[in-house]
């Protein structure tokens, strides 16, 4: 049975958008049955350049990825998720819509790369460190036995990766 991430950022065109590309390509990989899901409560509207920019140079395939509202993922039509995971401070702080099936939530923060200060190369960088630091966190979600965890055990393992 597939485990349906959903990563939630503010304006879904950054850290969510990372999130979701590496997850997949992560699953992928691995031979895993997850399957990443991204959204924001303000979405942009499009993706931010450079967050597509580091996934291309990492090898990491962009086709599909776009800027979209978690509304989308609360329709009755969507796939039901098991995991939302915030990775911005403001989307954590806000009222999510409600969740089919009661996912399990967690929040793993990490600064926003569009804010690094000066030219593209330090954006780049930035964003590719973000890309990074997300990826060893969902390493490690791809490392837990998804598919036998209760939901209070998988809460437990995902807030020991959000230390880490």
Request: contains cysteine; neutral net charge; glycine residues 6%.
């Amino acid at each position: 049975m597939t485990t349906h991430v959903l990563i939630l950022c503010t304006h879904n065109s950054a850290r969510s958008v990372l999130g979701e590309a590496m997850l997949n390509h992560l699953a992928q990989s691995l031979g895993k049955d997850v399957r990443a899901h991204s959204a924001g409560s303000s979405p942009k509207g499009q993706v931010n350049p450079f967050a597509l920019q580091v996934l291309n140079a990492a090898g990491i395939s962009t086709e599909g990825v776009r800027s979209k509202s978690w509304d989308e993922f609360a329709q009755p039509a969507a796939p039901q998720m098991n995991i939302v995971i915030t990775v911005c401070d403001s989307a954590a702080a806000e009222t999510c819509p409600y969740w089919p099936g009661a996912p399990v939530k967690v929040h793993w923060g990490f600064p926003d790369p569009s804010n690094a200060q000066g030219g593209d190369e330090a954006k780049r960088t930035a964003f590719d460190i973000t890309r990074q630091a997300l990826g060893y966190k969902l390493l490690q979600l791809l490392a837990l036995p998804l598919d036998t965890l209760k939901p209070a055990e998988l809460q437990a393992a995902l807030s020991v990766i959000s230390r880490s």
